[in-house]
């Protein structure tokens, strides 16, 4: 198996752990602390998730594809590493820094909350994430997320038990979130050597770290600001629905962006090496690849949201399900542009695109908010996301339209949305027939998949698609490898 499938599925296991911890204490959080409880939490998470993101700059995807650029040169790596760590460093002593005002300064609400979001702002110093993602070592970060995150579950259910345990929700997250940081640097002394950088050292990233915090805190702003702005505008009701409509979108959605993760390293090295053609046979599948789960979980999304937010979270929730459907529809968007963002944009160092579209994506967003949210609520903020994500889109597709096919290689995507949009129809029908339930909830999961196969594989036979053939001839592969493997042991025997 080589490499690049590994990490695929090391990051798959680890985004399907992330599919299960949540579908177990989402509904237990939910009804635990109540929408006003999750919401302020969502809240003070996503203010200190500012004062990290400013501090973290452009540092992740720089340092990702700087490291995968120098790995197989020890003396570069070590000296890259410490450079960029020490931009990293300096900018979260400011950040701590300015968080302390923040707390003491300032009138905040829920002062406690905030305070012990402070060990999530720290935990930020620690991260050297960035690092293992460039070397390709997705085992070390998968082992330990999955170790941290199951730990955090088993403290979740022993100590939170009712709306007052809110504070010690918070010590629990953010404690776990600085454990995995802190884990990390077990593992970085043997794989880099100490060495003194200087400043001509650290000089010549400070540049591309900051082109490329504009769109990382373009992103932030209808990532994080719609929770803001539905906190000041409204109530922390709304943004508890509105988080809990999220976590339902970002679960499913772990997998697409595992993809991304692993692909950004790869891609990176293989064009520091010249070897774009096959570069753009790995966009063009992963283009296919992307919308066969992304139809799979947006119109699935769609299908199931009238069983699943009484049955899940509970009928106090109800308003989510608009919030689902809306939100299910940027699934597309996201996925598309994670494509080119991490497989053309990224490694090419097309930095201008990238920002471009980040920061058109943010505007519209901002004024979408301000506009659709004091009247709306939380449906105008998810009106304001899926401008977003589309704009952010399709201005980076119409940046490398000439240099790549993309808009090709999505139209022959298409029918896949089709097949999608024919399983959400029979998917809510059959929630209709059986009323809500858990059992429905689970028999529409199952119908949907069925389906949903059925119909992807009549596709593939009656037209011959390529990524069908590709996937049934793995598949066949697979089977044979086991049953030669099978018949060995009895001979051996």
Known sequence: MTSLKKNFIYNVVYQMLLIILPLITAPYIARTLGAEGVGIYSYTYSVAQYFLLFAMLGISNHGNRSIAAVREDDCKLSRTF??????????????????????????????????????????????????????????????????????????MFIFVHNPGDLAKYTVIMAGGTFLSQAYLWTYIFRQVDVVKVNWIDIKKHIKEVIILFIPVIAY?????????????????????????????????????TALGTVMLPRMSNMIAKGEMRKS????????????????????????????????????????????????????????????????YLMPLHHDKIYVESMIIGAVANFIINSMLIPKFAGVGAAIGTIVAEFTVMIVQMIGIRKELPIFLFCGKSIPYL????????????????????????????????????????????????????????????????????????????
């Open 82 to 155: 410490w450079s960029i760590y020490s931009i990293q460093a300096f900018m979260y002593v400011l950040a701590i820094i300015a968080y302390l005002i923040y707390l003491f300064a300032f009138n905040v609400d829920n002062k406690t909350i905030v305070a012990i979001q402070f060990i999530y702002v720290v935990s930020g110093a620690l991260d050297i994430s960035w690092y293992f993602f460039g070397t390709e070592q997705f085992k070390i970060t998968v082992t330990r997320n999955m170790i941290i995150k199951i730990a955090t579950v088993i403290l």
């Open 220 to 256: 932030s702003i209808y990532k994080l600001m719609d929770k803001i702005m539905l906190g000041n505008m409204t109530t922390y009701m709304q943004v508890g629905y509105y988080e809990n409509a999220g976590k339902i979108i970002n679960i499913p959605m772990g997998i697409i």
């Open 280 to 343: 753009v046979e790995y966009i063009r599948i992963s283009i296919k690849l992307v919308t066969v789960i992304g139809s799979a979980i947006a119109f699935g999304l769609i299908g199931i949201s009238n069983v699943l937010v009484p049955v899940y979270f509970g009928y106090e929730y109800m308003p989510c399900i608009m919030l689902i459907n809306l939100l299910s529809i940027t699934v597309f968007f996201i996925s598309w542009a994670n494509v080119v963002r991490t497989q």
């Open 418 to 493: 089709v097949i999608g949009f024919i399983m959400q129809i029979i998917v809510k029908k059959y929630g209709m027939i059986f009323g809500i339930s858990i059992t429905t909830l689970i028999g529409q999961v199952v119908v949907g998949g069925v389906v949903y196969c059925l119909l992807c594989g009549c596709y593939f036979k009656l037209f011959k698609d390529e990524f069908g053939t590709m996937i049934i001839s793995e598949i066949n592969k697979k089977i044979k490898d086991y049953i030669k493997k099978s018949c060995y042991g009895v001979f051996e025997n």
